[in-house]
């Protein structure tokens, strides 16, 4: 890690980070901490990247939901009201239930 730094950073979802780095995996060896993260998102990846980027879309259109909230949202995949609560407590704890119901109606559709 001597003379790295983070040039930038962002949020991803399970589902995004196993199609980076699948791609990495097929151009090259992934390091242990890569192949890692990468044997941890094809076990607990939800959605499909099709779908998964779908409920990304229909999640941003809400407004007020953060990215924290809306990559656990995806992750999680919340199909009752409690469990989104929980899931904005950490990120955003401010969400009115109006929003939250939304959020578990879209998620709901895609846990199936």
Request: hydrophobic residues 35%.
């Amino acid at each position: 890690m001597i003379g790295k730094k983070i040039v930038s950073q962002e949020n991803l979802s399970l589902f995004e980070l196993k199609q980076v780095l699948s791609e990495r995996n097929k151009e090259g060896e992934l390091s242990y901490e890569q192949q890692a993260a990468f044997d941890y998102s094809k076990k607990f990846a939800k959605v499909s990247p099709s779908k998964g980027e779908k409920l990304l879309k229909d999640l941003k259109a809400i407004e007020g939901l953060d990215d924290d909230f809306i990559t656990k949202a995806i992750d999680i995949l919340p199909t009752d009201l409690d469990t989104a609560k929980l899931i904005a407590y950490r990120t955003n704890p401010n969400l009115d239930d109006e929003k939250l119901k939304k959020v578990v109606e879209l998620t709901s559709k895609h846990a199936k």
